[in-house]
Nanobody, 128 residues
């Protein structure tokens, strides 16, 4: 299971840090620490879009063009936690943010269909 938290209201230019705590095991019987974790977001009236992802080892990361250079994802294996540090926030970053994990050895993918486990989402609102 994945649980995202840390959302809230912030002014444009501000920062916010999201956390995704992974617990339990996938259907393959492995703990979530063994899997890539990705962040997606969905703004009102729009499709869910890829934001960032980090490989199981943390050695590989990927970001969408819209957040590259402003957002950073990292993971703490001991705590089964993946974080998304969001800086220089813009009103267009307003969305519900979800963390997700695949039930496979997938590394970095931007496609929602490649992810099998999803957290409940946390709302980020950036005011202008």
């Amino acid at each position: 299971q994945l649980q995202a938290s840390g959302g809230g209201l912030v002014q444009a230019g501000g920062s916010l840090s999201l956390s995704c705590v992974a617990s339990g095991r996938t259907t393959r019987g492995l703990p979530f620490v063994n899997y890539t974790v990705a962040w997606f977001r969905q703004a009102a009236g729009k499709e869910r879009e890829f934001v960032a992802a980090i490989s199981p080892s943390g050695g590989q990361t990927g970001y969408s063009d819209s957040v590259q250079g402003r957002f950073t994802t990292s993971r703490d294996t001991a705590k089964n936690t993946v974080s998304l540090q969001m800086n220089s926030l813009k009103p267009e970053d307003t969305a519900i943010y979800y963390c997700a994990a695949p039930d496979s050895n997938l590394l970095i993918s931007t496609r929602t269909v490649d992810y099998d486990y999803w957290g409940q989402g946390t709302l980020v609102t950036v005011s202008s």
